[in-house]
RNA sequence: GUGCCCGUAGCUCAGCUGGAUAGAGCGUUGGACUCCGACUCCAAAGGUCGAAGGUUCGAAUCCUUUCGGGCACGCCA
């Protein structure tokens, strides 16, 4: 039984209440020495007619002291509770032993699929700094469902469908060169195409020539697929390259023309199901009954939408994977979209439409404004990779001059700051790219985070520290007390991170272990000269190094131990 | 015009299922390395929580209105 559950059936045991809604109240004090725990009385004043601060002696002073606790004071309308802090230590820490680098999971995804679309990247486009958000969110909430139990299933729906495959296949006939392309890739392919729409202007019979070979692509003709699957795997091999540097992998590239054949199906059951109306020529579900504008199925011409692909991807992902969650890690800018055909799954009377989440978050744009290809002001991730391991670079060739595998760890770390920035704040935000915000790695940074961990691992490597017994009622200083408090907390971050879908409090949690740690480490010597007194502290060291660990794991971060 | 989102310290943001003196980081100023990694730690300054009403014992948090910003609003994705 843990402290809370604890404070909660004794308090029940007075109030005549459910433990558990009583544990629902139970507050954190704003200052540490004021307690652990606190119970706000206000809102028993009004049925037990008495004022908030009698409440608070009486059940001061008549209260079981709970399992754990140490004290029970009333103070003002509060009920403070004072944990026993060896108590409290050796419960969080034999915790942390126990599960190792699975601490803070659990089984409660009972191995429950979740699909997470995410990254989606498209075809022959460049992989830029705007996709980063999608990447590393779904790449952390990925991570965090199977912490928890789930079964992640990592979607990248490519963008590889529609006219411009047609101009793509145009452009590179008339312009394009195998090996140049098979060279400069994705850049290249943006090149040509860039050319298209520069000739089109004079040459219009070229956008008929492109919708020619788009048929083609449709029907199937072996050389319009020889081309397009080629620009696939030119793009596929690119983006696959930054995927390695970040440590993530999909499960599936189902993408846009995946599902090009499993559309009539949809168009059918709303159909028969009468959802569809024609409407100025085109076929549509009428969602003014929700306040929202019509969703389009079928265009006027008889072709497909975005809509139409995204439900029927829906349908397929839930007679595959028959998840018990499926995100869309894709910008706000969508979110009338997704509302409008999450709306056409419920009305077509599936009930696992609820289960259906757009997990949205804010753009990105420049210190000029929105990126636009076109304008051709839009950054490469590619290029802010580098520049951050090559600044990581420089840092420590001037502070570890003797690390073995500089460059290595100069990636991790990196790499680290990069992902970090982009998981440390609520998703929603929106985010100016700016080279000095991203290159900053002071403060509450990944840097910082890694920077402890390798601190707390060379601690440990020096006293060639090896799990033993440990007295715990040495850890009750408040410094160990916040850290062991801290590392607590991971637990319910990550759950909440999952419920929310919000790695960020994993960042948070993360974060005020490392806080903790830091201020521990310099106030009190971890190398104390009584050997039980060195035994504590390097086991609260140890506990740190797994938690952050692991807490850098789920955001898809590396933790050397060197750096 | 309508809908959704955002507005908290100079900057970037937490806090928003209502609760005790509104918290971090950056930046600024000052301080701490004879000692386990100073990519660290400590301290100071900095706030009408956009504004106005309302609900409540209590509002940054809930409701209404309003101002400012972003996004979206039928055949793109």
Redesign the pocket.
Known sequence: MDFKTAIASALAAQCSLPAEELA?WL?????PD??DY?F?C??L??TLRKA?NAIAEELAETLALPEGVSSVEA????V?FTLDKAAQAKAVLERVFSQKERYGGSDMGDGRNVCIDYSSV?IAKPFHIGHLPTTVIGNSLYRIYNHLGFHSVGINHL?D??TQFGKMIVAYKLWGDRDTIEEGGVDELVKIYVRFHQEVETDPSLDDQARAWFKRIEDGDPEAMELFEWFKAITLTEVEQVYDILGIRFDSYAG?SFYNDKMGRVVDELREKGLLKL????Q?VDLSEY????C?I????G?????T?DIAAALYRKDTYDFAKCLYVVA??????FRQWFKVVELMGYPWSKDLVHVSF??V?GTEG?FSTRKGNMVKLRDVLRAACDK?YE??CE??PD?ENKRAVAQQ?GVGALVWNNL???R?????FDWN?VL??????G??V???H??A???L???EYKPGDVDYSILTDAESAAAITAIGAFPDAVREAMEKN?P??VS?AV?AI??AF??F????????DTPDVRAA?LALTDATRSVIKTGLGLLGIAA????
């Not at 507050?27 to 200052?31: A, C, H, I, K, V």
């Not at 072709?303 to 809509?307: G, V």
């Open positions: 629902g507050e954190t004090p704003p200052s004021m307690g606190a706000p206000f809102k004043a009004k908030p103070k003002g309308a509060y403070n498209n963008g469908w529609g846009e409407d100025q020529g085109a549509i306040k929202m504008p019509p389009i079928l265009r006027s011409d072709a497909t939408l975005y809509a692909r706000y800018q969508q979110d009338l979209h804010g753009m744009s929105a990581t840092i420590i502070k570890s690390l770390v440390y704040n609520g929603i935000k929106d985010v100016v915000t900053n790695f002071d403060g509450e940074t840097p910082y890694q920077y402890t390798a601190r691992c060379s601690v490597r020096k006293a919000e960020y409090l948070r974060i490392c806080a830091n201020k480490y310099f106030e009190q010597r971890i190398m104390a502290r050397p131990e060197r750096m």
